[in-house]
């Protein structure tokens, strides 16, 4: 008996190492094509970039079956994060050369993904009201002419009880002078700055020449793509920054200052929701040309038109599969964009639901997203 039931356990034993065997590659590539199934998608801190990664998410989980997480960063954390691997794509880069030179023709660790289908303009504007009112306000040279509409309690339409702004103290707060909430304490001058003068005599608007009052320059957050510092100073406008903290605190001063109708100046961008309800009007700055951007200290003009392109991380956009296709299909317009990120941060949608709500709404724009998946 001990003899015969060791030999049927000898028998059975290939047959139980074949099950075993099969179980355990079975294992191994469910686990091989679950990793296959992740992808990384970087966040920016503003609602446009925010609006692309509640789409490509909805879909690629919903229509590709991916596993998505998403890591909040600024941009050049962003950056860094794909060349690592910790990230696999980024949806909207707003021109940063410093870096694409870094990432992408430097270190080859970052590729192009192509555009987003949106043109960005970064600058100065002023509530279209009061461009109406007081059309010098668009030319540089004739803000400091004007300054004492942008200062605290600047009078225009409303005597002066003060404009409501995130600092009414007149001056620059530095580091710790961001009321929004942000915590940010770096010196602006962000990645990129800006270029020579268009030819203008910057000596036009020199200070003595002004209204002798410090107007305000509203801004976000210190780690947005921004020069503005610089640019007072070399174009010598009587005007110090005042950072709001981020593009929220600085969207909910907008409207604050736009529903009195008080004058107000800020660093802002298109496309953006807002200017459905809050008509703006750009300040025109000296041009910009190609390569004015080395020198941030010496910035004397405005900022370019820019095309958004999205960047992916090297070895995924080779070995990403249906994601990478997708994601490099990902193209749509400023109002696309705007009507998701407005369902967002206005009408109180969670970015799934904006998303999944865009997505049956616009099956002839995504559906072409698809093609080689």
């Known amino acids: 008996m001990t003899g015969e039931n060791g030999m049927s356990r000898i028998r059975k034993s290939p047959a139980l190492l074949a099950a075993l065997a099969l179980l355990a590659l079975s294992a191994c590539g469910s686990e091989t094509a679950k990793s296959e199934g992740k992808v990384v998608l970087t966040v920016p801190s503003w609602a446009g970039g925010e609006a692309n990664v509640a789409v490509a998410r909805y879909l690629l989980e919903e229509e590709l079956n991916y596993e998505v997480s998403e890591r909040k960063l600024d941009e050049r954390d962003a950056w860094e994060a794909l060349h690592t691997g910790k990230a696999h794509a980024m949806l909207e880069d707003w021109g940063h050369q410093d870096l694409r030179r870094e990432y992408v023709h430097d270190k080859s660790t970052v590729v192009s993904a192509g555009s987003m289908g949106i043109n960005g303009k970064i600058g100065w504007y002023v509530p279209t009201y009061l461009a109406e009112k007081h059309p010098e306000v668009t030319d540089w040279r004739k803000l400091n002419a004007n300054s004492h509409l942008f200062a605290p309690g600047g009078k225009d339409e409303k005597p002066g009880s003060g404009d409501g702004g995130p600092s009414d103290t007149g001056h620059d707060t530095g580091g710790s002078g961001d009321s929004g909430g942000s915590g940010d304490s770096e010196g602006t001058g962000g990645e990129k700055g800006a270029g020579p003068s268009d030819g203008n005599d910057t000596t036009d608007s020199a200070a003595g020449k002004g209204s002798g009052a410090t107007g305000q320059l509203l801004e976000g957050s210190r780690k947005f793509l921004t020069h503005d510092e610089a640019l007072l100073k070399n174009l010598d406008l009587n005007f110090t920054t005042v950072y709001t903290g981020s593009e929220d605190a600085q969207l909910k001063e907008i ?22 309800e809050v008509e703006l009007t750009e300040v025109r700055l000296p041009s910009h040309y190609g390569g004015c951007d080395e020198n941030k200290k010496k910035v ?14 090297r070895d995924f956009s080779k070995d990403g599969g249906k994601a990478a296709t997708l994601l490099r299909n990902f193209q749509w317009s400023a109002d696309d964009q705007n009507s998701v990120a407005k369902r967002m941060t206005e009408d109180g949608l969670s970015p799934r639901e904006a998303a999944k709500e865009w997505v049956e709404k616009n099956k002839g724009v995504w559906k072409v997203w698809l093609w080689g998946t």
């Open 300 to 313: 004397d003009c405005g900022y370019p038109e820019t095309k958004l392109e999205k960047y992916l991380n």
């Open 255 to 276: 409207r604050k200052r736009a529903k009195k109708r008080e004058p107000f100046l800020t660093y802002w961008w298109r496309p953006h929701w807002v200017e459905a």
